[in-house]
């Protein structure tokens, strides 16, 4: 037997209650209990006892509104899922509900059993992914409370030392650093995280409910095309967690340089191919390997890393239609990849934090990314053995040339 989904309707309409109770009931093989309360102060009290798993909020709520109680409940510490019901269908009124904090709204008087089960349920799975933003930050701040005591450790070993005075400052200085930049990274991981997260899975939440709107055979382009935009945010989704996965590893010490040999040309070949089938619209990514050797001793999967990294990049700041060109050769005991793209370009004021962490650049903020692709292609090619150069022009495009030794050092 399916769990039973307990859920408080908030409403000072008797008649919706009534209306909200016979939809919920008209919902097949779910077992949900429906409590109800009229009054604001009530619904407040309520949701501090933390009894539902899901809370619906009218919008007219007496002298006060549902926007209003949804973002006093989120301020308190409330971690559960609100909808929103409202009489309005716009683009504000959706705004102004994801401001509030509120996972999802439905318009009064339209509202199916599918639509309330589907909202319901995504919804829920909605705030157990932001649960799991919330441990990734908890475990950041065990890290800092680790780092902490390894500077008190620090400074307790330079008082049973020699050491000159000027060199236990230096020593305490730059342990005060690490602990400040540490704090720095785990404040831009939540903000990203939280934002990155966000979009694409209100994107799956608001395409998945639209489906069920569709239901004859004359809607299926408009089915088709909320399938693409679920398929597409799953795929943004998988993207920044492997991101996200990738700077953890290396962090703690997990990659590792395993090279075998291989041919080159016919790698990048395939990767390139990969990828053409993801880029944008009118893109074409030109591959050439030039020269006869083409055996090369390298860590496959961070080549792989590496390459994809690169391409994903030149095609997001790269307009439609625009050309990416990928170019191997070796010679002189070296291993020379460079991609090049026709994109927006770096502005020089950038050019210094480019590798850095979460570091984005001023000309890409309506782009959505993490900032952590460039870093975790420099770290890998560091593993490698390699160097990671580049050459860019604000509005004429970048190359990037990464060259590693022909004989690849474990």
């Known amino acids: 037997m399916l769990d039973k989904i307990r859920i408080l309707l908030v409403d000072d309409d008797e008649d919706d209650y009534i209306l909200t109770r016979e939809i919920i009931e008209d919902i097949p093989g779910r077992n949900y209990i429906l409590e109800w309360t009229s009054n604001f102060t009530e619904a407040l009290k309520l ?52 401001h509030a904090g509120a996972l999802d709204y439905l318009v009064k008087g339209t509202i199916s059993p599918f639509d309330l089960e589907r909202s319901i349920r995504y919804s829920i799975e909605h705030a ?7 441990k990734l930050n908890a475990d950041l701040e065990k890290r800092v409370e680790e780092r902490t ?16 005075l000027h060199e236990a400052q230096k020593e305490i200085r730059k342990a005060l650093q690490k602990e400040k930049e540490l704090h720095e990274l785990k404040s831009r991981f939540v903000t990203i995280a939280s934002h990155e997260f966000r979009t694409p899975l209100s994107t799956v939440l608001s395409s998945a409910s639209l489906i069920g709107k569709y239901k004859t055979t004359e809607d299926d382009d408009k089915r088709t095309k909320h399938v693409e935009r679920i398929k597409s945010a799953v795929n943004n989704l998988t993207a920044i967690l492997n991101d996200f996965l990738s700077i953890s590893r290396i962090e703690e010490g997990k990659i590792y340089n395993l090279p075998s040999t291989f041919d080159l040309e016919p790698f990048a070949a395939e990767i390139v191919d990969e990828m053409q089938g993801q880029v944008k619209l009118g893109q074409q990514i030109h591959y050439t390997h030039v020269g006869e050797e083409d055996t090369v001793n390298l860590d496959k999967q961070l080549l792989k890393n590496i390459f994809f990294n690169l391409l994903s990049n030149a095609s997001k700041y790269s307009g439609e239609g625009q050309s990416i060109y990928v170019t191997t050769l070796i010679a002189d005991g070296k291993i020379r990849i460079t991609v090049r793209d026709e994109g927006i370009g770096i502005p020089d004021g950038d050019k210094t934090h480019l590798f850095s962490p979460f570091f984005r650049a001023q000309n890409v903020t309506n782009i959505q990314g993490t900032g952590l692709g460039l870093n975790i292609v420099k770290r890998y090619v560091d593993i490698m053995d390699g160097t990671l150069d580049y050459q860019s022009d604000l509005g004429n495009g970048t190359t990037f040339t990464i060259i590693f030794p022909q004989t690849a050092q474990v």
């Not at 006060?64 to 504000?92: C, M, N, W, Y």
């Open 47 to 98: 949701i501090k006892e933390d009894r539902h798993d899901v809370y619906l909020v009218d919008y007219r709520l007496g002298a006060h509104d549902g926007l209003e109680l949804i973002s006093r409940a989120v301020t308190e510490g409330s971690s559960k899922p609100f909808i929103l019901l409202t009489g309005q269908s716009d683009r504000e009124t959706d705004e102004k509900a994801m």
């Open 149 to 164: 005591l390894e500077l008190g450790d620090a400074i307790r070993k330079l008082e049973h030392t020699n050491r000159s």
């Open 128 to 134: 157990k992914s932001l649960a799991e933003i919330q």
